[in-house]
């Protein structure tokens, strides 16, 4: 049974400590490592002084907890990235859509106007026409 008081995980190990002292030395930046083997030399010797196996069994879990969650994390933002590209191309795809639907009422519009005129036109050469006729039928 696990003592409630205690942190069945815990372990002498400052893991956040130890994450910062690891970017550090990955980015070269660490004042206590020099390069990665000065680094890993300092873990093997934190977990080898481990005192019993039940704590590095212990240490061994938390870190594929953590890594397991650090998986779920990579794969909620891969799924985010989907998205938010899905969302992107939504828009653009919406865009030339809309794009696409301006031009052509744009172009249906000058045609309207094009045939508009011709109708008029043509309205105009009845109602001329059936002018002269009127008058031709008054003089006979």
Request: glycine share 4%; hydrophobic share 40%.
């Amino acid at each position: 049974m696990i003592d409630k008081g205690k942190d069945f995980l815990s372990t002498n190990i400052d893991l956040q400590s130890e994450r910062k002292d690891y970017i550090e030395c990955s980015k070269g930046k660490s004042e206590k490592y020099k390069q990665y083997t000065d680094w890993k030399k300092h873990i093997t010797e934190l977990i080898q002084k481990l005192p019993t196996t039940e704590d590095f069994e212990n240490f061994k879990y938390k870190c594929v907890v953590k890594k397991r969650t650090l998986n779920s994390a990579f794969e909620m933002y891969g799924i985010y990235i989907v998205l938010l590209f899905g969302c992107f191309a939504q828009l653009i795809q919406s865009f030339i859509t809309c794009l696409l639907v301006l031009v052509m009422i744009i172009g249906l519009i000058f045609h309207s106007i094009k045939e508009h005129k011709q109708i008029v036109y043509e309205n105009s050469f009845y109602i001329d026409l059936l002018d002269i006729i009127e008058e031709l039928e008054k003089n006979f």
